[in-house]
């Protein structure tokens, strides 16, 4: 890694006041675009990896259910898949997929993902998903908007990013 992406020491965030505490704010694509330079690439990659992974998790799991997974295997890759992504975004706020890129997902106040918000942005991503011209409008403004935000990413405020140094 280089030092692109390592803040500036005023911590690399933007602030804005409310209600006389400080709240921080991801980086802005205008002052700092190294955070955002090829994110919508790392996505599409990332969403590849752990569409792979979650296959092969699925895979594994069919022989305990002494094959009867078989019949219903769509369903279970859809479960998989969801619990998969909670998991995974709330313990680090990336998937593995998204931490082979070398990207991370952020809130609006720049904090990684919780529990809760991990679960909001995968049913969002479940709901565009399942409905495919909500999945283009999101495949869409990841490829033109300043901070690459995919339909769930601007309901939530969410942002990916580079990943910064020590995260």
């Known amino acids: 890694m280089t030092d692109r992406l390592r803040p ?3 911590g690399g965030h933007s602030f804005s006041s409310n209600r006389n505490h400080m709240m921080f704010e991801p980086p802005d694509p205008d002052t700092q675009p190294q955070f955002y330079e090829g ?5 599409l990659m990332a969403w590849v990896i752990d569409t792979i992974l979650i296959l092969v998790m699925s895979l594994v799991v069919l022989p305990f259910t002494a094959f009867t ?5 769509p369903a279970m ?3 998989i898949g969801f619990v998969y992504r909670v998991m995974t975004l709330a313990n680090g706020s ?3 997929g ?3 890129m070398g990207m991370e997902l952020r809130t609006a106040n720049d904090e990684r993902f919780d529990l809760g918000t991990a679960l ?3 049913l969002g991503y479940s709901f565009s998903v399942a409905m495919a011209p909500l999945q283009l409008i999101s495949v869409v403004l990841m490829g033109t908007t300043a901070r690459g935000q995919g339909l769930t990413d601007m309901v939530l405020g969410t942002v990916a990013l580079n990943r910064r140094l020590g995260s």
Do not use: C, D, E, N
């Open 8 to 10: 500036p020491t005023s």
């Open 39 to 43: 994110v919508p690439f790392k996505r």
């Open 69 to 73: 997974g078989l019949f219903f295997f």
């Open 77 to 79: 890759i859809l479960v």
């Open 94 to 96: 990336a998937t593995w």
């Open 98 to 100: 998204m931490r082979l």
């Open 120 to 122: 909001a942005h995968t």
